[in-house]
């Protein structure tokens, strides 16, 4: 089994134009309940700097869309003081910092970047 996280349709056509597989499965978001539990299983391993409020989990949640992978990136920034303020997680922030962490790994993997990925 192969998992490929791809959310444009060029990068969709670009993944099976390299025909690594025979059966494409197209997983939809997952569930805001599942979402949270791996927010909380992320949260064990990156200590926030601050507890997370009911609010800014709330927000995290929401700006991840269903997405495993975005969440991840999100809880990855929590240890960093510039995603803080007076307490309270700069959600707009994190969201800004991870879509450009993703864009800096596709460019760093040889792809070039969506041009509708990028300024989200």
């Known amino acids: 089994m192969l998992a490929i ?15 690594l ?5 197209i997983v939809p978001p997952l569930p805001l309940s599942t979402m949270a539990t791996l927010l909380d ?19 995290l949640l ?13 809880i990855s920034l929590l240890g960093e003081a510039r995603f803080w303020h007076e307490g309270r997680v700069l959600a707009d922030s994190v969201a800004g910092a991870a879509l450009e962490l993703a864009v800096q790994r596709r460019i760093g993997d040889g792809a070039a970047p969506c041009p509708d990925a990028i300024g989200q």
Do not use: K, M, T, Y
């Open 21 to 25: 597989s025979h059966l494409e499965v």
């Open 5 to 19: 996280d791809v959310e444009h349709l060029r990068d969709h056509a670009a993944v099976r134009a390299l025909h």
């Open 62 to 74: 929401r700006l991840a869309q269903g997405n495993p992978s975005r969440l991840e990136r999100f």
């Open 41 to 59: 299983a992320g949260l064990q391993r990156v200590i926030p700097l601050h507890a997370l409020r009911d609010e800014d989990r709330g927000r």
